[in-house]
């Protein structure tokens, strides 16, 4: 024999109890079968509506009580087309019994716990009359039991208590006459031993499943609901989460204490007692596993989590006081203050010294709670041997669950790291001594966070998530999301990189989509965007708040730079494009990096020397492994190459300007470029990357531009100022060919002190062939005194710059 139980779900329409139907027809083809039915779904609560309305004297009690008429009428009119009626008079004969108990309500305003049930009562009675008729009218072997005249409890209305040995006799008796296939039960009802109708309280239908299990020895109890079996994750909020297969019994009671819907722990001991296996199933797609929960768990040994749950509306209370030391008695008259309240701890957790004890109780109860403890403790209080309780709302429980966690070393080091890395500040922490379930108090605010960073660390090693936020989607911009596109399914292959862009903003809207924004036609999201404001975009992500997010700076903006300390103090790796901060004032460049050391985020910035050149990493691993650096030097100015090398006397200096503008390799303002501050700015990252404590203006700049170009006010300005000054050009460029040299724009570092200029390259030197828009740098270290290191490649573009990004992308998600 099987126990079968649907819940409200699972009867909650004509469309549904025929699903339910065809797996009772199919599962009777083996055995005989005892299906325990639900109220359907929502009528429970509509009946406690209609009473709570009656004995307010509000008349709209009819039209809830209209409501539930409807519900069941329609029901029998769609599952029984033919030869109803006599369905219908009994339905109606019910709900008259019904009506005139919400009019009994409506007269004399009191609703007792024991018409409670009464009133409850009527849902299961009529989901399992009418399910029961449908199936006889189909010509199936089926019988409907009322469960009141099996299960007897005490007077305890609301939550009775079972009487065990009655009810299990009754249960047998009945069914050792019983010839009939399949028994339709209604659920969460039952009798007293006087008559009276009573409840079995919260998850009743499957207590009652639970019950009949027990009693015949069934060779299963199946729960059939509205999900595929218990998940390793709350469905709703880890999309990721996926059914687990097998659970021991301690460990469903577990996931189930902590949050897990589908189970209510109390209701099945029953079944814990007998050692029947359970198995968790969808009614709606009947052909999934589901979880099957029996004595033994599955044991990975890859990982022995099984699952990660959570509480929300946790209160958490700390008493406290130096008394409380070594003093026994305490603790007792804590929680027997709590327990003559009725308040429920769900979380205890008190440090070796004694010095204070940290619980934590559902959020309605702690106010009483506050109020109890400060009048049972006032006397401790008022000579300050204790503090008064210390109350703290707004929070919750997460918890990492699995039977075999004991074996395995470095669980709770790696669910700590995790929570730490993703800027989740623990508030308490409990364990257990068999090390069955590990138990956090967190922020409310950060619990889908934690969810799916704890997840994808102990589930989804497939794949970790990067959630970036661009601002700036401009050339550079359109080239990384093509890139991220373009490499998506590569990244997930082979690195096991999830790259998801949520958020972007141009410089006049900005738009989010927490799932990700789809590529393919990523310009079109902007087409319902909102207008672009930096304070609303860093507000957004915080409020998103996602695992592993990167804010990606691809601007030239001082405002944008300005947020970097924003994001990293929230544990938001900062990627930036923008130059600025790290050539501005050197405390910034060193707070910004203090910053993300002291909040495990990543302020990565390659692009800011050479584009996609790997010239910052390969500097920064020259001084890890010990190396000294004793001189650079370097060409670092794409865009003055591309000038020089493509300017001469068969050309003017004006036109080469505007052709290196218009291909994409200067800013918008070539004196960015042409002044020589760009690359200034440069040698100073790479001066401070080394060590160096320098300022900008430490930086010695020879400017090849004459005092018109420099003093001209807007970029028109500047470009006729270069026409007028053609001939300083020309002379320039006919020294060096004089002389047999190339012109190249150098940067130099050596002995503490920086400078750049234009310089005649000799024939033979390393800078004298560079080509178009190509950097070079050389790096002469102590390992390297006269062959130097030498990193060589395009230093500008929209393509390469955007690869030095994704670059940088890509090292936090390896990280």
Not at 317 to 325: D, I, K, N
Not at 341 to 354: D, G, H, L, P
Not at 364 to 371: G, N
Not at 739 to 749: G, I, R, S
């Amino acid at each position: 024999m099987k126990v079968l139980k649907f819940g409200g779900t699972s009867v909650g329409s004509a469309a549904n109890i025929t699903q339910v139907i065809s797996i009772l027809e199919k599962k009777s083809q083996d055995t005989s079968i005892v299906a325990v039915v639900s109220a359907v779904g929502g009528v429970t609560d509509k009946l406690l509506k209609a009473g709570d309305l009656a004995i307010k004297k509000d008349e709209a009690y009819l039209q809830v009580f209209e409501d539930i008429q409807n519900i069941h009428i329609e029901l029998v009119n769609t599952l029984i087309l033919e030869d109803n009626n006599e369905i219908i008079a009994k339905i109606e004969s019910k709900l008259s019994e019904l009506k005139s108990l919400l009019e009994g309500l409506f007269l004399l305003n009191d609703l007792t716990p024991k018409i409670s049930d009464k009133l409850v009562s009527f849902g299961e009675l009529l989901s399992s009359y009418i399910i029961a008729e449908c199936m006889a009218s189909k010509q199936m072997n089926v019988t409907r039991k009322n469960s009141q005249e099996l299960i007897v409890t005490n007077n305890n209305h609301g939550n009775a208590q079972v009487k065990k040995d009655i009810t299990r006799a009754n249960i047998k008796a009945y069914f050792d006459k019983s010839d009939a296939l399949i028994t339709i039960l209604p659920g969460f009802v039952a009798n007293s031993e006087d008559g009276e109708q009573t409840t079995l309280g919260r998850g009743g239908s499957d207590f009652t499943a639970a019950i009949v299990a027990a009693a015949l020895n069934a060779e299963v109890l199946e729960i059939w609901t509205d999900v595929s079996g218990m998940f390793t994750a709350n469905p709703k909020i880890v999309k990721q989460a996926k059914p687990i297969e097998r659970l021991s019994f301690q460990e469903a009671l577990e996931l189930s204490h902590f949050g897990a819907k589908v189970l209510y722990p109390p209701t099945v001991q029953p079944v814990l007692e007998a050692k029947i296996p359970m198995l968790i199933k969808n009614t709606l797609r009947p052909d999934d596993e589901g979880t099957r929960i029996s004595n033994e768990s599955e044991v990975s040994i890859k990982n022995p989590v099984r699952g990660i749950t959570h509480i929300n509306d946790i209160a958490l209370l700390t008493l406290q006081g130096p008394s409380m030391v070594g003093i026994p008695g305490f603790s007792k008259r804590l929680f027997e203050t709590l327990a003559s309240e009725k308040i429920n701890v769900i979380f205890i957790t008190q440090a070796s010294s004694e010095h204070a004890i940290c619980f934590g109780i559902n959020s309605e109860d702690a106010k009483l709670a506050e109020t109890i403890i400060n009048e049972a403790f006032e006397y401790e209080i008022t000579l300050k041997k204790i503090e008064p309780i210390v109350v703290e709302t707004g929070l919750s429980i997460i918890a990492v669950i699995g039977d075999n966690m004991k074996n395995y070393q470095g669980i709770s080091g790696r669910m700590f790291r995790t929570l730490g890395k993703n800027n989740i500040n623990v508030r308490a922490i409990a364990q257990g001594a068999s090390e069955r379930n590990i138990s956090a108090v967190i922020n409310e605010n950060d619990v889908k966070k934690a969810l799916n960073s704890l997840h994808e660390r102990f589930f989804e090693v497939e794949a970790k998530q990067l959630n970036v936020f661009i601002v700036g989607v401009g050339n550079v911009g359109e080239r990384l999301i093509d890139q991220i596109e373009q490499q998506h399914e590569f990244l997930k292959e082979k690195l096991q990189i999830d790259v998801r862009i949520i958020g972007m903003a141009n410089s006049r809207k900005m738009v989010f989509k927490e799932d990700g924004i789809p590529l393919e036609n990523w310009p079109s999201a902007f087409d319902f965007a909102q207008q672009s404001n930096l304070e609303g975009f860093f507000n957004k992500v915080i409020e998103l708040n996602l695992r592993n997010s990167i804010f990606v700076d691809i601007t030239a903006h001082e405002v944008v730079s300005d947020w970097y300390a924003a994001y990293l103090k929230n544990s938001i790796s900062v990627v930036a494009c923008n130059k600025i901060a790290c050539s501005g004032p050197y405390d910034v460049y060193e707070n910004l990096h203090n910053l993300a050391l002291s909040y495990n985020a990543s302020f990565l910035y390659e692009t800011n020397v050479g584009a996609g050149l790997p010239i910052i990493n390969t500097l920064n691993n020259l001084v890890a492994s010990g190396d000294k650096v004793t001189s650079i030097q370097a060409v670092l100015s794409g865009s003055l190459n591309f000038v020089f090398n493509n300017f001469g006397d068969h050309t003017n200096f004006h036109d080469t300007v505007k052709r290196a503008q218009f291909e994409g390799y200067t800013e918008p303002d070539p004196r960015i470029d042409l002044s020589g501050i760009d690359v200034a700015r440069k040698i100073l990252i790479l001066a401070r990357e080394n060590g160096g404590k320098m300022e900008i203006d430490d930086i010695e700049n020879e400017s090849f531009l004459t005092k018109a170009n420099l003093e001209a006010e807007t970029v028109d300005d500047f470009y006729e100022s270069l026409k007028e000054d053609e001939a300083h050009f020309q002379d320039i460029y006919a020294s060096a060919k004089a002389n047999d040299c190339q012109l190249k724009y150098v940067a130099e570092f050596k002995d503490g002190k920086a400078k750049v200029g234009l310089r005649e390259i000799p024939i033979g030197h390393p800078f004298y062939n560079l080509e178009g828009k190509d950097n070079i740098v050389m790096f002469y270290t102590e390992r390297y005194p006269e062959q130097p290191l030498i990193v060589k490649g395009a230093g500008a573009g929209a393509d390469v710059t955007a690869s030095g990004l994704f670059a940088d992308i890509i090292k936090i998600g390896n990280r």
